[in-house]
Structure formats: C-alpha cells, structure tokens
C-alpha cells in the first residue's frame, strides 16, 4: 500500500501563486510515476502535470507555461507550482501515484481563485 498526503491547497486571487506538496509513504519501491489531476463541480478528474521517476514530465495544456511539476525523491515528495492562476483552474486536486499493478490517490487539496 502507498499512502499520499497532500497540502498546500488554498484560496488566491487571479494571477497569484500556489505551491502543492503530496509527500507518499508505505511501499513506495513500485511506483514508477507521480502527478496531479484536478476535478471541478460538475467535471470529470482531468490529467494537469505528471513526472515519472526518469524525469519525464506531461502536463495539460491548459497549464503549459504556468505550472511546474517537481519532485524530491529524498523525501519522496511531489510538488506543483502554480503561478498565474485563474478562475478556472478552480478545483479539489489530487495526488496521484501510479505503480505497475495499482493506482493511489491522495485526499485531495481545495484549490480556489476568486477576486
């Protein structure tokens, strides 16, 4: 089992900054990638930013040059950077881990932008 314990979430206005951390724990050896997906009211879980254990990192579209996924593999620990954020990235974002036989998802973390 593998254990994801997210935080960081909040409350910014238009243009302003968020930083998530989801910190995983447990049988971690079998994870090959981590990342995040968000889900709006009313909305499917969408992809936003993943990063496999080679580096290699995908994000949405709609996050391209505004979010920056990282990860410190000391602390088993993944990170969003969210700069420029805007109304519609307005969501409950999800950590998620993904192993060769299982997939883990954390608690999710309130993200809202609103002047």
């Known amino acids: 089992q593998v254990q994801l314990v997210e935080s960081g979430g909040g409350s910014v206005q238009p243009g302003g900054s968020l930083r998530l951390s989801c910190a995983a724990s447990?049988?971690?050896?079998?994870?090959?990638?981590m990342g995040w997906y968000c889900q709006a009211p009313e909305k499917q879980r969408e992809l936003v930013a993943t990063?496999?254990?080679?580096?290699?990192?995908a994000y949405a579209d709609s996050v391209k040059g505004r979010f920056t996924i990282s990860r410190d593999n000391a602390k088993n620990t993944v990170y969003l950077q969210m700069n420029s954020l805007k109304p519609e990235d307005t969501a409950v974002y999800y950590c998620?881990?993904?192993?060769?036989?299982?997939?883990?998802w954390g608690q999710g973390t309130q993200v809202t932008v609103s002047s």
């Open positions: 998620n881990a993904e192993g060769f036989r299982y997939s883990y």
């Open positions: 447990g049988s971690i050896g079998g994870i090959y990638s």
């Open positions: 990063m496999t254990n080679g580096g290699s990192t």
